[in-house]
T-cell receptor
Framework: EPEVTQTPSHQVTQMGQEVILRCVPI?????FYWYRQILGQKVEFLVS????????KSEIFDDQFSVERPDGSNFTLKIRSTKLEDSAMYFC???????????FGPGTRLTVT | AQTVTQSQPEMSVQEAETVTLSCTYD???????LFWYKQPPSRQMILVIR??????QNATENRFSVNFQKAAKSFSLKISDSQLGDTAMYFC????????????FGQGTTLQVKP
């Protein structure tokens, strides 16, 4: 069964460093998303991406964040200068023809020290 | 703005029993989707069940069913014949139809199934 994959599973970085989180969505999906979950809290929407552009982004998704689909298979989230409060689990999700169902990857745990 | 509220932070149930998790939401939209996601200790988010607001019939997936009350803006999840593998955090989520697919999640309910 097709699934969304994410790498790395755990990333540790120092405050101020840039990180890139990688996702491989399900191959025929057209809609891509990033969410984050701070430990013990609810899952929060960051950004949605369709037709090679951002379709919606949240207040969390400020100028420090960017997304890219560089080669038609990967979908990346970049954080330019990480802060301690960026420590969280980051989930990638993808959806097919309709946006109704989203399939989540296993997540990347980002720890900023 | 839409909001989703899960008022039960933690629940427990004996194996083979039935448990109901509550969810309420607030929206001015008439058409939308509602979901329950399961997050086991591995933290993977797994879609359990979905409901379209325009459908009056409650969704069912094997041991999982929902009680969707549109007027009351209530969307509860019933798990029948609970199994140890059902132990997880459960999130209720709302989506407004459109081309963005943004999911709005509740705070989650931690369910423990006891042997």
């Amino acid at each position: 069964e097709p699934e969304v994959t994410q790498t790395p599973s755990h990333q540790v970085t120092q405050m101020g460093q840039e990180v890139i989180l990688r996702c491989v969505p399900i191959s025929n999906h057209l809609y891509f998303y990033w969410y984050r979950q701070i430990l013990g809290q609810k899952v929060e929407f960051l950004v949605s991406f369709y037709n090679n552009e951002i379709s919606e982004k949240s207040e969390i998704f400020d100028d420090q964040f960017s997304v890219e689909r560089p080669d038609g298979s990967n979908f990346t989230l970049k954080i330019r200068s990480t802060k301690l409060e960026d420590s969280a689990m980051y989930f990638c999700a993808s959806g097919g023809q309709g946006v109704e169902e989203q399939y989540f990857g296993p997540g990347t745990r980002l720890t900023v020290t | 703005a839409q909001t989703v509220t899960q008022s039960q932070p933690e629940m427990s149930v004996q194996e083979a029993e039935t448990v109901t998790l509550s969810c309420t939401y607030d929206t001015s939209e008439n058409n939308y989707y509602l979901f329950w996601y399961k997050q086991p200790p591995s933290r993977q988010m797994i879609l359990v069940i979905r409901q379209e607001a325009y459908k009056q019939q409650n969704a069912t997936e094997n041991r999982f069913s929902v009680n969707f009350q549109k007027a009351a803006k209530s969307f509860s999840l019933k798990i029948s014949d609970s199994q140890l593998g059902d132990t997880a955090m459960y999130f209720c989520a709302f989506m407004k139809p459109g081309n963005t697919g943004k999911l709005i999640f509740g705070q989650g309910t931690t369910l423990q199934v006891k042997p």
